[in-house]
């Protein structure tokens, strides 16, 4: 089954500086990755994602780049805030007739004022 | 709905009782997920449904763990005879296909078991 790994498991920035954080996969056949934020105590939300024939994809202040050579993705985040405090979430997820997204082990992002 | 709305919120549990979880998923959505998150925020994935038919049952410790999803009906999650690593938030997430849509998230069903 697919494997996600992700690193770092925490991320201290100062507000303003940019923040990146990796994840690489195992399965050759998946071809979704998206991006989670979760907050604490409260849900997962979908905050970008890339598809397999694309990649780069951006959305003002966040990036996500893929290399399907590598299998590895990347989450950038620019001119960081407070706000983008939390707990951000790759996952990988194959199609091949069914959808299962496996979960990257998370990142901890704090953003110091 | 436009949200996947899940019951309880929070469910405390003695060791050895039965704990049941609700979810209905967003209007239209075809597909219901159910992951477990425990402490070190890892998501491990339970269940899935196509409607009311299970789709992938892998990540189900199938001794204790059952889930439905039935026609006009909230899904349920239920753990039998609860033990204390049962403890971990719930959540249960829907999506419209297989097309690779986003996973929609409820807001979770916390549960201690003590």
């Known amino acids: 089954g697919e494997n996600v790994e992700q690193h770092p498991s925490t991320l201290s920035v100062q507000e303003g500086d940019s923040a990146v954080i990796k994840c690489t996969y195992s399965?050759?056949?998946?071809?979704?990755f998206p991006w989670y934020k979760q907050e604490l105590g409260k849900r997962p939300q979908l905050i970008i994602d890339?598809?397999?024939?694309?990649g780069e994809k951006k959305d003002q202040r966040i990036a996500v780049t893929l290399n399907k050579t590598a299998k590895h993705f990347s989450l950038h985040i620019t001119e960081t805030q407070p706000e983008d405090s939390a707990v951000y979430f790759c996952?990988?997820?194959?199609?091949?007739?069914?959808?299962?997204?496996?979960f990257g082990t998370g990142t901890k992002l704090q953003v110091i004022p | 709905g436009e949200e996947v709305a899940q019951t309880p919120k929070h469910l405390v549990r003695g060791e050895g009782q039965k704990a049941k979880l609700y979810c209905a998923p967003i209007k239209g959505h075809s597909y219901v997920f159910w992951y477990q998150q425990v402490l070190k925020n890892e998501f491990k994935f339970l269940i899935s449904f196509q409607n009311e038919n299970v789709f992938d049952e892998t990540g189900m410790p199938k001794e204790r763990f059952s889930a439905k999803c039935l026609p006009n009906s909230p899904c349920s999650l239920e753990i039998q005879a609860t033990k204390l690593e049962d403890s971990a938030v719930y959540f249960c997430?829907?999506?419209?296909?297989?097309?690779?849509?986003?996973?929609?998230f409820g807001n979770g069903t916390r549960l201690t078991v003590t």
């Open positions: 996952a990988a997820s194959d199609s091949g007739g069914y959808q299962k997204v496996t």
């Open positions: 399965d050759s056949a998946s071809n979704y």
């Open positions: 997430a829907s999506s419209q296909s297989l097309d690779n849509s986003p996973l929609h």
């Open positions: 890339i598809r397999s024939n694309v």
